[in-house]
């Protein structure tokens, strides 16, 4: 990215690199790229906002990546205004960082120095603290997500809120007012409980994200009073950022086309780290547009026959070159079309003279679905460990079939399973599992046999888990080399 770099003010220089996530940046890379590859899918059609957790990654990462798929990546932002609750520092209002750049280990981001130092100089309630800015983490943690996700350079305006005062946090969204544009993104970055068991944690946080969703300021507030009632005996706080929260909850409610959408629900217990005796909650919630068209279900999704084609001769070309000469065809994205440059899951399945020869797929893919089919032909050939690697001479004789996944789609009840048309896909926590549409018709099982068997034997939960878990199905697209004519 080619960032415009002021230098008015010093950087603010990283205070958690190394303790909340990675200081290396390769393998900070790499660990955002694998959260966003497991991330929830896109349900937002235009994001105005987003809550995301601030937590170490090992912790809150899945869902901070969830957060942060909602954006398209493509769009260009002018401004992001990063809104968090001070952890450190006290102060009549709230700090705004003036100029220079936030650093982390992916790079630097430019401070827009004049909308900061216009907020500053016009509002009392607004001025810049260094001390507030100087350990505070929950700005931090959001920036190698936002700099990975987004294509285009953005500026941010860093912005932490010391106050209680309900009356002065109004007054900073009605502030912020003019900038809550389509043009702008807001980020609000929140922790949810604090330090509860597991299973109170789910009581509490489902409720806080219920009041976020209902748009209701008062609401929220009125539940968090209530969660103080509860006697959970080391409740600290229902929501670390609820100020920050309710700057974008006032915002929003002066704008009636707009809506609160859930994303994923985590704890820390979730985490291979974590227990469930005390624990902190993370939930990414959207703040999006009503009515827009939302991106197309399962149903209405199709590939053309060109598209086919086109997969199917990207597998053969991969398929080729990397046996015979160990290299990967590039190809130019623009050349294909939105469902091939659009990230979805997909099979590759080789096959010997009508016998199985390798198949390997990816189920909820970060990269554009040729890219997908490019790897998953190479994993296929070489990396399907019933099988030798795929040799020179067996070229002429292989037949490649591709199976291209559809889009999710939520489901509430098993009576929506279609036995032979859909595939399943299972989620609870940090566990989650598929099973293809095919796998119950070979098998001849039920709806209850087809989804328990994925609940137990691939997402390591209880046989019922339908009952609790988030269910989603899917079709599969399957095409192969004998159908066309790919001369």
């Known amino acids: 990215m080619a960032w415009e770099i002021t230098n008015k003010v010093p950087d603010r220089k990283p205070a958690v690199s190394g303790k909340f996530y990675p200081a290396d940046p390769q393998e900070l890379e790499q660990i955002i790229k694998d959260l966003f590859s497991q991330a929830k899918e896109r349900i937002a059609t235009n994001p105005r906002g987003i809550i995301s957790p601030h937590a170490g990654y090992v912790f809150s990462g899945l869902v901070a990546a969830s957060a942060y798929n909602q954006l398209d990546q493509d769009k260009q932002y002018d401004n992001i205004f990063l809104i968090g609750t001070s952890h450190h520092t006290y102060l009549k209002g709230a700090s705004v960082y003036p100029g220079g750049n936030y650093i982390m280990p992916l790079g630097k981001i430019p401070v827009n120095d004049k909308i900061a130092q216009h907020l500053i100089d016009t509002y009392k309630f607004f001025s810049f603290s260094p001390e507030a800015h100087l350990h505070e983490h929950s700005l931090e943690v959001q920036l190698p997500f936002l700099y990975y996700k987004l294509r285009h350079p953005f500026k941010i305006i860093p912005i932490i809120i010391g106050t209680y005062n309900i009356d002065i946090i109004k007054q900073i969204a009605d502030a912020l007012e003019p900038y809550f544009t389509d043009k702008n993104l807001f980020v609000i970055s929140t922790d949810f409980s604090h330090y509860p068991t597991y299973e109170q944690a789910q009581n509490v946080d489902q409720h806080t994200a219920q009041a976020i969703i209902s748009g209701d300021p008062e609401k929220f507030l009125t539940v968090i009073e209530e969660h103080k009632k509860l006697g959970y005996r080391n409740l600290a706080t229902s929501i670390c950022g609820w100020s920050a929260t309710l700057v974008l909850m006032y915002l929003a409610q002066k704008n009636k086309k707009l809506e609160f959408k859930p994303i994923i629900y985590q704890n820390s217990g979730d985490s291979i780290y974590g227990d469930h005796y005390q624990v902190v909650g993370y939930y990414a919630i959207v703040l999006d547009e009503k009515g827009k068209a939302q991106q197309k279900q399962e149903d209405e999704f199709y590939l053309t026959e060109k598209e086919k084609i086109q997969l ?46 390798g198949c390997i797929g990816r189920f909820m893919p970060s990269e554009p679905l040729w890219q997908i089919v490019q790897k998953m032909t190479i994993a296929s050939a070489t990396e399907d460990n019933r099988f030798n690697p795929v040799t020179e001479d067996e070229l002429n004789d292989i037949i490649i079939e591709i199976s291209v996944l559809t889009p999710l789609k939520r489901i509430n009840s098993l009576d929506e399973v279609k036995i032979g ?40 939960l209880d046989y019922d888990c339908w009952k609790y878990a988030e269910l989603y199905v899917y079709q599969a697209i399957v095409f192969d080399e004998t159908e066309f004519d790919l001369v």
């Open 421 to 460: 048309k859909h595939g399943i896909y299972v989620r609870y926590g940090m566990n989650s599992g598929t099973l293809l549409p095919q796998v119950a018709t070979e098998n001849g099982w039920d709806r209850e046999q087809f989804v328990g068997y994925c609940c137990k034997y691939k997402a390591g």
């Open 312 to 357: 199917l001769k990207i597998s053969r070309h991969t398929l080729e070159s990397y046996i015979r000469q160990g290299s990967i065809p590039h190809y130019d994205p623009g050349q294909f079309s939105d469902n091939l440059n659009r990230p979805l899951g997909a099979f590759v399945t080789l096959k010997k003279h009508g016998e199985l020869r």
